[in-house]
Structures are given as structure tokens and as C-alpha cells.
């Protein structure tokens, strides 16, 4: 039982270019989550998915897309990067009412 | 909208002191209480929660945090500090409307003198 994963772990783009980050659970969660991290910012919602086919903006969706392939996977995709968008990045799943479960996070730079 | 504020980004204890780490929260309606920690490059981990129930909750590691509704706050204790307890914790609130979102704090960092 692997929890939240995310790949991948580190990652630096150059700005304007394009990447997807990966999240995957294997608890049977409906609920999923991306959140960005900066400092003495605590965590900031981009988009979650209460269920499966169903995504919704969070606090700061600007420049970023999310993609509910199915159940388990819920990935985020910067289709322009730009250096305010370096942060870490964290993915989580929860039941319905209940604790979120944290993937370990992707750190991303980008130049 | 709901919001979270943490009192503090740094708080400095001495090994064997009390730890005291402030959250107060704004809802129109009795939310649920979250406490996490992070280690440093790690992601957060669930110390106690308060959804429904006993207004004192219990989590790992030696704390505990109280909903205290007339106050809005929901501060996270320990009685004793332990220098693995070095790390940041961030305060959630979840419900209002919409239970599906987490509001988080801005975090506190905790650091544990020997």
C-alpha cells in the first residue's frame, strides 16, 4: 500500500516550457488534490477533483490545468512555465469529511 | 470564505517545555479541525483532527488540541517538547459549505532547544 505517490521528485524547466506532474493513490479515495507550497504561505489550493470526472479551481488555478484520468490518477500540467511558479508542489487524497493523505512532494524550479 | 491564522511563524521552546502553537479559525458554521506536521523535505502527516464529538482530541506523538467554538481556536499543546518535534506545523479547517476544500495556515515553525 503505497499511499500518494508523485513523480516526478525534482524537476527544472526553463520558462515557457511545458510539463505534467504525476499523482497516483491507491486507497480508493474520490477525493484528490494539488496544492503549491511557498514559504510563510502555508499550502494554497490549485484545483481538486471531488470525484471522479470532476475537477474545480482552488485559490490560485492561474497558469495550471488538472486532468482526472481516472480514480487513482490526478495530474496537474503547466502548459507555459513561469518563475513565479517555482514552489512544491503536493498532491493528496481524502475520503468524504475526512483526512487528507499527502504524496511527498515535487520541487520545481523554473529558470 | 473561510480562513486560518497561525500566531507566530517561529516559535522557540526549550527541551522539556511546554509547546503551545496558536490557530484560530473564521466560519459561519462548526468546521472541521486539522493539525499536520512537516518534516523538512518530506510532505505533511496528520497529528489529530476534530470533526465531531469530545472538544479535547488526542494525537500522536504527545499532543493534543482543544475546539474551543466561543474562541474560534483550535491551539495544538504538548506538555513536554522533545527535540524530534523540530518542525512545521500548519493548522487546516475544512467544511462551511463546502467540505470537499482545506484552508491552511501559514504555518509555525517549531524549534526545540536542547
Not at chain 1, 53 to 65: A, L
Not at chain 2, 81 to 96: I, K, L, N, P, R
Request: proline share 5%.
Amino acid at each position: 500500500n503505497a499511499g500518494v505517490t508523485q513523480t516526478p521528485k525534482f524537476q527544472v524547466l526553463k520558462t515557457g516550457q511545458s510539463m505534467t506532474l504525476q499523482c497516483a493513490q491507491d486507497m480508493n479515495h474520490n477525493s484528490m488534490y494539488w496544492y503549491r507550497q511557498d514559504p510563510g504561505m502555508g499550502l494554497r489550493l490549485i484545483y481538486y477533483s471531488a470525484s471522479e470526472g470532476t475537477t474545480d479551481k482552488g485559490e490560485v488555478p492561474n497558469g495550471y490545468n488538472v486532468s482526472r484520468l481516472n480514480k487513482r490518477e490526478f495530474s496537474l500540467r503547466l502548459e507555459s512555465a513561469a518563475p513565479s511558479q517555482t514552489s512544491v508542489y503536493f498532491c493528496a487524497s481524502r475520503v468524504p469529511q475526512d483526512t487528507q493523505y499527502f504524496g511527498p512532494g515535487t520541487r520545481l524550479t523554473v529558470l | 470564505a473561510q480562513s486560518v491564522t497561525q500566531l507566530g511563524s517561529h516559535v522557540s521552546v526549550s527541551e522539556g517545555a511546554l509547546v503551545l502553537l496558536r490557530c484560530n479559525y473564521s466560519s459561519s458554521v462548526p468546521p472541521y479541525l486539522f493539525w499536520y506536521v512537516q518534516y523538512p523535505n518530506q510532505g505533511l502527516q496528520l497529528l489529530l483532527k476534530y470533526t465531531t464529538g469530545a472538544t479535547l482530541v488526542k494525537g500522536i506523538n504527545g499532543f493534543e488540541a482543544e475546539f474551543k467554538k466561543s474562541e474560534t481556536s483550535f491551539h495544538l499543546t504538548k506538555p513536554s517538547a522533545h527535540m524530534s518535534d523540530a518542525a512545521e506545523y500548519f493548522c487546516a479547517v475544512s467544511g462551511g459549505g463546502n467540505f470537499n476544500k482545506f484552508y491552511f495556515g501559514s504555518g509555525t515553525k517549531l524549534n526545540v532547544k536542547p
